[in-house]
């Protein structure tokens, strides 16, 4: 089971960049798909962002796409989450988790434990 560790959060302002990582250990990371997902306080948890097990497909959620990017390193076991053009409603907790296919995390199906996530707040 992949246990991930989300670090990089932080505040920022409008229109700033971030780049999240997420490292997880488990002997399943270099085989799964692995997402990276949002609860913004008061709101459910939502997939942003997906990459397949290998990083040749990736998939997004529409209020990102353009302005995000999903990658991973499977030699370091970590997945990045690069962020531009931050919009305050962006603000929220990014978690990190996995699954067996990409087409399958991105319905919001997850194998894994979740971590303690980090803060992204954009000031506007």
């Known amino acids: 089971q992949v246990q991930p560790v989300e670090s990089g959060g932080g505040l920022v302002q409008a229109g700033g960049s971030l780049r999240l990582s997420c490292s997880a250990s488990g002997r399943t990371f270099g085989s799964s798909a692995m997402g990276w997902f949002r609860q913004a306080q008061g709101k459910e948890r939502e997939f942003v962002a997906g990459?397949?097990?290998?990083?040749?497909?990736?998939y997004y959620t529409d209020s990102v796409k353009g302005r995000f990017t999903i990658s991973r390193n499977n030699a370091k076991n970590t997945v990045y989450l690069q962020m531009n053009s931050l919009k305050p409603e962006d603000t929220a907790v990014y978690y990190c988790?996995?699954?067996?296919?990409?087409?399958?995390?991105?319905?919001?199906?997850?194998?894994?434990?979740w971590g303690q996530g980090t803060q992204v707040t954009v000031s506007s």
């Open positions: 988790n996995a699954h067996r296919s990409l087409g399958e995390i991105t319905a919001g199906m997850i194998s894994g434990s």
């Open positions: 990459i397949s097990w290998n990083g040749v497909s990736t």
